[in-house]
């Protein structure tokens, strides 16, 4: 006969899901060549390990491969898979204003890709870690559509 405590966990650990969906989803603007990238990138990872896991999904919108191409065919089919993958997160909307930049990232609501803070290469994991504890709260408790951030932390659209 099973103990109270063990029939207890196996209902909880088979209870709980596989994986839990993101609460936030950081679109990260990435490139092999990037050098503000390459500071970038580690200090998200470790922002992102304070969390629990599922809670923050990051998306490399990752543009290594374009500045290479020499035909304009495989530079659009290339961008074509970026913008593709962006609109399968809600994000589509930040090409139009980011794309082909790097070294930005932006967190965004998982549940419907509105902006909620971004990050660049001047910030420490821990600030980072602390705009998405507050982009985290937003995206928890703010109404869908009017989750506005204290302050604009977000460079101004490049185009759009």
């Known amino acids: ?5 063990t029939c207890l966990a196996v209902f909880l650990f088979s209870a709980a899901p ?9 679109i990260n603007f990435t490139a092999d060549w990037c050098p503000n990238c390459q500071i970038l990138n580690p200090r998200l990872d470790e922002a992102i390990e304070a969390f629990e896991p599922g809670a923050i999904e ?3 919108l990752d543009v290594t491969d374009m500045r290479g ?5 495989e ?8 913008i593709v993958l962006a609109g399968e997160h809600q994000a589509a909307y930040l090409w139009d204003w980011y794309g082909g930049v790097t070294g930005i990232a932006v967190a965004i609501s998982a549940d419907n890709g509105e902006p909620l803070t971004c990050f660049m290469r001047p910030m420490k994991a821990k600030d ?10 937003l995206a928890e408790k703010g109404k869908p559509g009017a989750r506005k951030p204290e302050g604009p932390d977000c ?5 759009g």
């Open 1 to 5: 006969m099973r103990s109270f405590l």
């Open 58 to 60: 990051r998306v490399d």
């Open 75 to 82: 530079r659009t089919a290339l961008q074509t898979d970026v």
């Open 69 to 73: 191409k020499t035909s304009l065919i």
């Open 155 to 159: 460079p101004a659209p490049i185009r």
């Open 18 to 26: 596989s994986h839990a969906e993101p609460v936030l989803k950081i």
């Open 128 to 137: 980072i870690q602390d705009r998405l504890k507050l982009a985290k709260i």
